[in-house]
Antibody
Framework: EVPLLESGGGLVQPGGSLRLSCAAS????????MSWVRQAPGKGLEWIST????????YSADSVKGRFSISRDNSKTTLYLQMNSLRAEDTALYYC???????????????????WGQGTLVTVSS | QSALTQPASVSGSPGQWITISCTGT?????????VSWYQQHPGRAPKLLIY???KRPSGVSNRFSGSKSGNTASLTISGLRTDDEADYYC???????????FGGGTKLAVL
């Protein structure tokens, strides 16, 4: 059983939109904060966004703020990333990951991001 | 440009030990004990090696250890093995605004 399985990637034109999904299994999804991290081809890791266990608080990198939106459906144990106004520089492999550990009040408790899904590739090109 | 600075590459021989540094500022590495390290083999997802500066998840070899001094964190790998060849990334909590930052990654060669 794969704990985290991303989907929804593909080829999209600049200015377009995509919604990524991450299906979680094997743990109590509703008890954990979840995050998206991306990796451009041949480049390093970039944190994108984190959402608290109940979706009450979200955090996003400046590079995607106002364009990307993280959300979750605990009844479906699924994490989402809505990506709008896509740019060429958003081309990357997008990973879903469990963590970091946060209190129910949204305070950072522990820095782990584990496990990670296998990623879904987003290509922004005309 | 990554928020945390790592050497682009390091190398060592089988059986030796190496250290990878990760330099940030008082707003991230130096300000919190929330540094993590990840190992990524080509074509694979990252794997958590160290969290909260020094803690090792169950299942991770005790050949991997973490430390921090001031604004610089370090990952030490002892008893180098050929399958340790991979990219290594550090990350740190950076406050409620920036939240999480990563280093640019270090490629380890075991020669």
């Amino acid at each position: 059983e794969v704990p985290l399985l991303e989907s929804g990637g593909g080829l999209v034109q600049p200015g377009g939109s995509l919604r990524l999904s991450c299906a979680a299994s094997g743990f109590t999804f509703s008890n954990f904060a979840m995050s998206w991290v991306r990796q451009a081809p041949g480049k390093g890791l970039e944190w994108i966004s984190t959402i608290t266990y109940n979706g009450g608080t979200t955090y996003s990198a400046d590079s995607v703020k106002g364009r990307f939106s993280i959300s979750r459906d605990n009844s479906k144990t699924t994490l989402y990333l809505q990506m709008n106004s896509l740019r060429a520089e958003d081309t990357a492999l997008y990973y879903c990951t469990k963590g970091p550990e946060m209190t129910f009040g949204g305070e950072f408790v522990s820095s782990w991001l584990d496990p990670w899904g296998q990623g879904t590739l987003v290509t922004v090109s005309s | 440009q990554s928020a945390l600075t790592q050497p682009a590459s390091v190398s060592g021989s089988p059986g030796q030990w190496i250290t990878i540094s990760c330099t940030g500022t008082s707003n991230d590495v130096g300000g919190y004990n929330y540094v993590s390290w990840y190992q990524q083999h080509p074509g694979r997802a990252p794997k958590l090696l160290i969290y909260d500066v020094t803690k090792r998840p169950s299942g991770v070899s005790n050949r991997f250890s973490g430390s921090k001094s001031g604004n610089t964190a370090s990952l030490t790998i002892s008893g180098l093995r050929t399958d340790d060849e991979a990219d290594y990334y550090c990350s740190s909590y950076s406050g409620s605004s920036t939240f999480v930052v990563f280093g640019g990654g270090t490629k380890l060669a075991v020669l």
